[in-house]
């Protein structure tokens, strides 16, 4: 059986071929059979629909989406749908397989799978999209099941959307089956404490990897990337735990204050703003570049992809870098902030609270069952710290970057109960 060779470093900044880059080098060093890596890498089953829609003017306008099943070697493959212009095959696939990892470094019973639809959300009616998401379910009818394929949602897609997800579904089921989908509204059957669930998991990863590098968290400084769902519960729960929030962002610029912003003026500011930060008085403006390079103890970039390059990883001070967002932080970037010694918690592990909830609602629906939120806080909260030690000891271990040692954790999961099950 051939062994893999060491990974070829890409000259590319894309979030999705780094993910691949660090999924070679993980199996590399985990010493995985070329034939077991290759059966990683490709997606269990790839699924195109046309899907043709009556618009409000009555025109019919065909839409296409896609259902990307990478793995159900763990058991039903969950993942979300993404409505945007953007959406290609390419991309469902690479999202698709970022969710097998973040599902098998958490330790939940699940595979990965990604889904989206080519079509632009913001210039269609209520209606329009209620149409294309009842024809986008009855087409993968035979792909989505509670025990098959979750979905939940993603850019461009929220609770609505799974409201009538799970009610189209459940009319050819001739039943009710609310466990097919998650990130339901509360009344449909979702779980108390998804809204803060990422957030939630950023501060408790974060905390776990301050007690390990010594940071007090009431001595500690902050700077967060993006305000919206992930960054504004992250900004909220570090400061609740004792630390100094100096700056926030979103897209409208950053806001810094050396006395530390108070978290839950921004956040109503925002919510009476359109969402906005824009004219927030309780702090200075700066750049978005520079919030990045403050001398903080913690950064957590939580807006977008890519915004941690060859280009600034020099520059950044921060111990300790949360990820928030999914692939804030390039390949090459890695080697650069590695060998400053700035530690790394990693998006597929530092963002899996979300996941970690969506597992909780599907146990609800399919108890039949309702957790307080009391319950579903202790319960993901264990399981976030569980993985982080579990890739902390990895990581010293093999002397490995904690962002490698999540990668070795779930590829070695994965792979090991695929030899377990066996193959053809
Ligand atoms: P969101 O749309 O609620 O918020 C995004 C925020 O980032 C907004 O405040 C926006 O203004 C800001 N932003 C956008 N571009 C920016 C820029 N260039 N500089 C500074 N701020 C910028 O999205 P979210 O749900 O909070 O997701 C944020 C990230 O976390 C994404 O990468 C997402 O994939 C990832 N994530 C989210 C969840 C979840 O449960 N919501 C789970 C896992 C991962």
Same mark, same amino acid.
């Given at each position: 059986?051939?062994?893999?060779?060491?990974?070829?470093?890409?000259?590319?900044?894309?979030?999705?071929?780094?993910?691949m880059?660090?999924?070679?080098?993980?199996?590399?060093?985990?010493?995985?059979?070329?034939?077991?890596?290759?059966?990683?890498?490709?997606?269990?089953?790839?699924?195109?629909?046309?899907l043709?829609?009556t618009?409000?003017?009555?025109?019919i306008?065909?839409?296409?989406?896609?259902?990307?099943?990478?793995?159900?070697?763990?058991?039903?493959?969950?993942?979300?749908?993404?409505?945007?212009?953007?959406?290609?095959? %390419?991309?469902?696939?690479?999202?698709?397989?970022?969710m097998?990892?973040?599902?098998?470094?958490?330790?939940?019973?699940?595979?990965?799978?990604?889904?989206?639809?080519?079509?632009?959300?913001?210039?269609?009616?209520?209606?329009?999209?209620?149409?294309?998401?009842?024809s986008?379910?009855?087409?993968?009818?035979?792909?989505?099941?509670p025990d098959?394929?979750i979905?939940?949602? %993603?850019m461009?897609?929220?609770p609505?959307?799974?409201?009538?997800?799970?009610?189209?579904?459940?009319?050819?089921?001739?039943?009710?089956?609310?466990?097919?989908v998650?990130?339901?509204?509360?009344?449909?059957g979702?779980?108390?404490?998804?809204?803060?669930?990422?957030g939630r998991?950023?501060?408790?990863?974060?905390?776990?990897?301050?007690?390990?590098?010594?940071?007090?968290?009431y001595?500690?400084?902050?700077?967060?990337?993006?305000?919206?769902?992930?960054?504004?519960?992250?900004?909220?729960l570090?400061?609740?735990?004792g630390?100094?929030?100096?700056?926030?962002?979103?897209?409208?610029?950053?806001?810094?204050?050396?006395?530390?912003?108070?978290i839950?003026?921004?956040?109503?500011?925002?919510?009476?703003?359109?969402?906005?930060?824009?004219?927030?008085?309780?702090?200075?403006?700066?750049?978005g570049?520079?919030?990045?390079?403050?001398?903080?103890?913690v950064?957590?970039?939580?807006?977008?992809?890519?915004?941690?390059?060859?280009?600034?990883?020099?520059?950044?001070?921060?111990?300790?870098?949360?990820?928030?967002?999914?692939?804030?932080?390039s390949?090459?970037? %890695?080697?650069?902030?590695?060998?400053?010694g700035?530690?790394?918690?990693?998006?597929?592990?530092?963002?899996?609270?979300?996941?970690t909830?969506?597992?909780?609602?599907?146990?609800?629906?399919?108890?039949?069952?309702?957790?307080?939120?009391?319950?579903?806080?202790?319960?993901s909260?264990?399981?976030?710290? %569980?993985?982080?030690?579990?890739?902390?000891?990895?990581?010293v271990?093999?002397?490995?970057?904690?962002?490698?040692?999540?990668?070795?954790?779930?590829?070695d999961?994965?792979a090991k109960t695929y030899?377990?099950?066996?193959g053809?």
């Amino acid at each position: 059986m051939g062994y893999l060779e060491p990974a070829p470093l890409l000259d590319t900044e894309n979030p999705f071929e780094a993910m691949m880059t660090r999924f070679r080098e993980a199996s590399q060093i985990l010493g995985l059979e070329e034939e077991v890596y290759n059966v990683l890498k490709s997606p269990a089953k790839q699924v195109i629909v046309s899907l043709p829609i009556t618009m409000d003017d009555g025109t019919i306008k065909v839409f296409e989406g896609y259902r990307v099943i990478h793995s159900t070697i763990l058991g039903p493959s969950k993942g979300g749908i993404r409505f945007d212009p953007h959406v290609s095959l %390419d991309e469902v696939k690479a999202l698709a397989a970022w969710m097998t990892w973040k599902c098998a470094v958490v330790d939940i019973p699940y595979g990965g799978a990604k889904g989206g639809v080519t079509c632009n959300p913001r210039q269609m009616s209520a209606g329009e999209i209620e149409r294309l998401v009842r024809s986008y379910t009855t087409s993968m009818i035979d792909i989505f099941g509670p025990d098959k394929d979750i979905p939940a949602p %993603d850019m461009g897609t929220g609770p609505r959307e799974m409201a009538w997800l799970m009610d189209e579904y459940s009319r050819t089921q001739g039943m009710t089956v609310n466990a097919v989908v998650t990130g339901k509204p509360t009344v449909l059957g979702g779980s108390l404490g998804r809204t803060e669930a990422t957030g939630r998991g950023v501060m408790v990863s974060a905390l776990a990897a301050m007690e390990k590098l010594k940071i007090n968290p009431y001595n500690a400084t902050c700077a967060v990337q993006g305000f919206g769902n992930v960054g504004s519960w992250a900004s909220l729960l570090l400061a609740e735990r004792g630390l100094k929030v100096v700056s926030v962002s979103d897209i409208s610029g950053a806001y810094y204050n050396e006395n530390g912003i108070e978290i839950d003026k921004a956040v109503k500011y925002r919510d009476a703003n359109k969402g906005s930060l824009e004219g927030f008085t309780g702090a200075g403006k700066i750049s978005g570049d520079e919030l990045l390079v403050l001398p903080v103890d913690v950064l957590v970039p939580a807006a977008k992809e890519d915004v941690i390059t060859h280009h600034n990883a020099a520059k950044i001070q921060a111990k300790l870098i949360v990820e928030g967002a999914n692939g804030p932080t390039s390949s090459k970037a %890695d080697k650069i902030i590695f060998e400053k010694g700035i530690s790394v918690v990693p998006d597929i592990l530092a963002n899996a609270g979300g996941v970690t909830v969506s597992y909780f609602e599907w146990v609800q629906n399919r108890l039949g069952y309702k957790w307080t939120a009391d319950r579903v806080n202790r319960r993901s909260d264990r399981i976030m710290k %569980d993985a982080f030690t579990n890739v902390y000891k990895t990581s010293v271990e093999y002397k490995v970057s904690m962002r490698i040692a999540a990668y070795m954790v779930a590829i070695d999961k994965v792979a090991k109960t695929y030899k377990y099950r066996g193959g053809y």
